[in-house]
């Protein structure tokens, strides 16, 4: 049970920006745009840890360009304000698409390049965010279903500019991108541009 000053804490709307270019040289992974992450893991960590359960608004922005792995079953938005998915470019306002490629290739949970990470770790746990105190046990059987991308939960979830490609390993298993779950009173928007 949350008192008073951690209730004000968690429900204050928040904006934030996540940046992740697999091909960045920077010695240091913050999520920033001049200090991206490197794995698609990382920002999945960080918003499933330290924003579920939130009214955060957040913009994970990939590199026009470039290959962002995701692995299946790895990120869920739990109850949020909005997650919106983009392209961004470092040269100019109009970016091209990044490909998002779904693997079921576990990921690397950091990169071995950069000398200081943002994150103690990336480890998905969702046991403890997943429980019957936050949804109902017919939600919680749902949310385990496999072989998904993106869970989806009580969030506004925008698609903006990106191209999903699929590596599967068992071509006899299929996977969806974005599941959905109780959206009443929220938006979803999915372009290409």
């Known amino acids: 049970m949350l008192n008073d ?12 920006d996540l940046y992740v270019d697999p091909e960045s040289s920077e010695l240091m992974e913050l999520g920033t ?15 499933l ?7 955060a608004n957040i913009k994970i922005h990939l590199k026009e360009g470039t290959r962002v792995y995701v692995e299946i079953d790895t990120t869920y938005f739990l109850s949020m304000g909005m997650v919106n998915i983009t392209s961004y ?12 490629v779904q693997t079921s290739i576990p990921q690397p949970q950091t990169s071995g390049q950069a000398v200081f990470h943002l ?3 990336t480890d998905i746990i969702t046991s403890d965010k997943i429980t ?13 279903r496999k072989r998904i991308v993106f869970k989806i939960v009580t969030t506004n979830y925008t698609l903006w500019n990106i191209d999903f490609y699929s590596e599967q ?4 298993s ?20």
């Open 132 to 144: 019957v105190d936050n949804y109902e046990p017919s939600l919680i059987l749902r949310l385990g």
């Open 174 to 193: 299929d996977s969806v991108v974005s599941y959905l779950y109780m959206l009443q009173n929220r938006n979803i928007v999915m372009s290409k541009l």
């Open 89 to 100: 470019s470092d040269s100019n306002d109009y970016s091209g698409k990044a490909l998002v």
């Open 33 to 47: 745009k001049q200090y991206p992450y490197r794995h698609f893991r990382a920002a999945s960590s960080e918003i």
């Open 5 to 16: 000053d951690q209730f004000a804490v968690t429900n204050v709307c928040r904006s934030l």
């Open 119 to 121: 994150l103690k770790n």
């Open 169 to 172: 390993v068992d071509y006899h």
């Open 49 to 55: 840890n330290h924003y579920s359960f939130t009214d």
